[in-house]
């Protein structure tokens, strides 16, 4: 298939949600800076801190999205066992360190989930998903091609490796059951767009949901929040989800404005990070969550639409992108929102935070460059 002109809409709606995020972060950055200054007791962080950093992190995600447009996705597949490999490495490096209680192993509430040192961090997960995308792509595509997709040895035994791996370390080690229920999400759009036969993907999410209770059952954190949502949980454990709803609730229908968000002073836990759809609806009110679900919609619809047109290496890719974005925001919203158990997970290129936006916009464009090679011809 002949390359021609990309969808140009993806790029655009991806702009436009890190433009949004980034004026969320300058309103309430200021904020979020005197409220953990106050909290250390020194002056540790400026009022444009937390701006400058989101503002090179669009920067540097901005050149992530470009490359990925440029790169050739034959290129990437020729490696993807390779960088398949570097992301485990690392992943089971940041095991390592955490073990050995090592400063390079930064660890907050209970997890530990980035390598960092002097000012610099680096979230393995966010490289991993990438990788499983690109892997995973790969893998079945040929093995597709070879009449081997049901073969053990040839697929099921690589692809049930690389993904208990993968889960292993970030829902085990590093105690994230959020991205892990992203991982799960790539693992299962990639696995329903191989083709494979339909009880093999229904066994797939039955075991996969399996582990996911198992792992709820025997963490003690993840209990307390089920009981929350069940509403047996005490005061302490339901703080986060009270002020998310109080401050949606308070937004109205337009919000209280740019800059005048309460929450944000200190009341909401991750006012910046993972709660920032809550601030956004104090600040933006209904009327603006409902326009950032609907680009979100769109943005994902856009993928949705062009995965039949492609071959199966590229529609493969765009689903594991498709299902990754999908996950981060429903699970997202749906925590802010008390319709499921409180689980920490960033709102995709919205949330502040340099490696989960760069890797999201790598991989969105990844589905841009994809885009170009849609063939409109019924099979």
């Known amino acids: 298939m002949r390359k021609h002109k990309a969808d140009y809409f993806i790029g655009l709606v991806t702009l436009t949600l890190m433009a949004v995020g980034l004026v969320v972060i300058f309103a309430i950055g200021p904020q979020r800076a005197n409220f953990l200054n106050s909290a250390l007791g020194v002056e540790k962080y400026s009022d444009n801190y937390f701006f400058i950093h989101q503002l090179i992190s669009v920067g540097l995600s901005i050149i992530a999205f470009f490359i990925a447009t440029k790169l050739p996705v034959k290129f990437l597949h020729k490696y993807a066992k390779w960088i398949m490999l570097v992301a485990l490495i690392l992943n089971a490096a940041l095991a390592g ?81 959020g991205t892990g229920l992203t991982i799960v999400a790539i693992i299962l759009a990639t696995l329903f767009m191989s083709g494979v036969r339909l009880r093999y993907f229904v066994a797939a999410v039955g075991i996969l949901g399996f582990l996911g209770v198992m792992s709820i059952v025997i963490s003690p954190h993840r209990m307390e929040r089920l009981s929350t949502f069940k509403g047996g949980g005490d005061s302490d454990s339901s703080y986060h989800i009270d002020n998310a709803l109080l401050a949606i609730g308070t937004g109205g229908l337009f919000g209280v404005g740019v800059g005048n968000s309460v929450q944000a002073t200190g009341y909401l836990p991750e006012s910046i990070n993972d709660s920032v759809f809550a601030v956004m609806g104090e600040t933006f009110g209904f009327f603006g969550l409902c326009l950032l679900i609907l680009a979100f919609t769109f943005l994902l619809m856009r993928l949705l639409k062009m995965i039949p047109f492609l071959d199966a290496e590229k529609g493969i890719m765009v689903a594991g992108v498709f299902g990754w974005v999908m996950a981060q925001v429903v699970v997202n919203v749906a925590a802010m929102t008390g319709l499921i158990p409180l689980t920490g997970i960033t709102l995709p290129l919205l949330s502040y935070g340099g490696t989960s936006m760069m890797f999201v916009a790598f991989a969105l464009g990844l589905a841009s460059q994809c885009s170009s090679y849609t063939e409109r011809i019924v099979r």
Not at 97 to 112: N, R, T
Not at 147 to 175: A, D, H, N, R
């Open 97 to 177: 360190l955490a073990l050995m209680k090592s400063s390079l192993a930064i660890c907050q509430l209970g997890g530990c989930r980035w390598i960092g040192t002097a000012g610099f961090s680096f979230q393995p997960a966010e490289f991993l998903k990438v990788a499983l995308v690109i892997y995973l792509a790969d893998l079945m595509a040929r093995r597709k091609e070879e009449g081997e997709l049901e073969s053990f040895w040839g697929f099921w035994w690589p692809y049930i490796l690389v993904s208990g791996l993968s889960l292993f370390f970030v829902v085990i080690f590093q105690k994230d059951l």
